[in-house]
């Protein structure tokens, strides 16, 4: 399993830009990068897939060098609704049943006013 | 209407007691999950159906068994109860391969 590693925290201000790195230098040639969004007494909640390049949604966007070797997630305008824990996963995609879906401790974003 | 729901919400409970916590899943997905996170927020994968037959059961302890009644439910029944059990238990759901849907997750208190 390709293992990620992600800052354990980060703050930013309202309005600003947040762009949350993780590294997952074992990537396989059919993972696929997806980040996951954390609330406060909520279970987490899909944000965003990618295999290459860019990918983005009305939520955020998600950079992936040609390498893969590391994902950036950018939350663009962040507001103090998004304070949360961001997950990154690495998994194939596919027939498989949940076994690849291994969360790490996640970065713990706190956006201030 | 909720696509992942759970109960108890909340769950207070002495060492030694067997508790049960529901899942229902209304998004037709043919893969269940139970998943453990706690008190540092670790999120661990317990167990994972698929359309009824157990799939994954990961180093959990034979106290905790999942049941299917079908493939829209997962239960999960933990006897015995320890300390070590408090956390909060999340169930999810998915497509073969697909993203994961979450409960809001059942607070287990064991006292």
């Known amino acids: 399993l390709a293992k990620t590693t992600q800052p354990i925290s980060m703050d930013s201000y309202e309005g600003q830009e947040v762009n949350i790195t993780c590294s997952h230098n074992?990537?396989?040639?059919?993972?696929?990068i997806t980040w996951y969004q954390q609330f406060p007494s909520q279970g987490p909640r899909f944000i965003i897939q990618?295999?290459?390049t860019k990918v983005t949604n009305e939520v955020a966007s998600l950079f992936i060098p040609a390498d893969r070797k590391s994902s950036t997630l950018s939350l663009p305008r962040v507001s103090l609704s998004d304070t949360a824990v961001y997950y990154c996963?690495?998994?194939?995609?596919?027939?498989?049943?949940?076994?690849?879906?291994?969360f790490g401790p996640g970065t713990r974003l706190s956006v201030l006013p | 209407d909720t696509a992942v729901s759970q109960t108890p919400k909340y769950l207070v409970t002495q060492m030694g007691n067997d508790k049960s916590i529901k899942c229902e899943q209304n998004l037709g997905h043919d893969t269940m999950y139970w998943y453990k996170q706690d008190s540092k927020k670790f999120l661990k994968i317990m167990f994972s159906y698929n359309n009824k037959e157990l799939i994954i059961n990961e180093t959990v302890p034979n106290r905790f068994s999942p049941k299917s009644p079908d493939k829209a439910h997962l239960n999960l029944h933990i006897n015995s109860l320890e300390l070590g059990d408090s956390a909060v238990y999340f169930c999810a759901s998915s497509q073969v391969g697909g993203e994961l849907f979450f409960g809001e997750g059942s607070r287990l208190t064991v006292l």
């Open positions: 074992n990537i396989a040639t059919n993972d696929y």
């Open positions: 990618g295999y290459k």
């Open positions: 996963l690495v998994a194939q995609q596919g027939d498989n049943y949940g076994q690849n879906f291994v």
